[in-house]
């Protein structure tokens, strides 16, 4: 019922001609599968080179973060209007955004509500800390995440929401997640808040993924699990073995 997703976050990497080149590689080998939908989210200045890449494929577009001002005296900033002119989806509240530049809750749901008035799709992350997760607290955070991210989103948006779990300790660690420990996290600090604020139907229907350390070799364990429906990957989406990831997910 829910379309398998698979999302690769470039991060800080590759310059418009290493963009290019990936693209070439990664492209004719994952192009045929219809059974999963495929994002490269890309830094913001290999936006227009992948566009054009991508034009006739079915491989989304994504960046990996956006202001939430249509324009204005915000010097560095990115408006959803800017995507939108290259890619459908954008990344929100990534724990790097989080940890290192500032992101709070609060700005994690005023990106997401430009960005959804705007028409993009959003993948919007969650996730706990090694020590929030070793002192109880992992069911607590997301909660709490989530409540904040999606407060004064109506339902009828919940369809261009996408949510990955992202555990900040699996992140580029190779420390990834049990994938069973990742499904009942998912099952009992998301898909358990969407439910409360907006029942059962949309809760079912929205697609969850996983993201830390997901490589070719253990995707599959994650996409077997009942409450997830893809992944976010981040090391390996520039690598060849993002598309053993992708088949997996197809
Ligand atoms: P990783 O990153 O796959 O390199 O662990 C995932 C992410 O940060 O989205």
Known sequence: MRKPFVAGNWKMHKTTSEAIELIDE???KIEDLSNVEIVFC???TCLSVTAEKLHQSKIGVGAQNVHWEKQGAYTGEISPLMIKEFGN???IGHSERRSLFGETNETVNKRMIAALNNDLIVIVCVGESLQENESGKTEEVITQQMRIAFSDVPPNQLNNVVIAYEPIWAIGTGLACDPNKANEIIKY???KPLIEMYGE???NETRVLYGG???GSNAKEYFIQPDIDGA???GASLKLEFVEIVRAAA
């Open 26 to 28: 990664l492209q004719p």
């Open 42 to 44: 890309v830094p913001f």
């Open 89 to 91: 989806y954008v990344i």
């Open 189 to 191: 600090s998301i898909r």
């Open 201 to 203: 139907k949309i809760a």
């Open 213 to 215: 350390s997901v490589k």
């Open 232 to 234: 976010l990957v981040g």
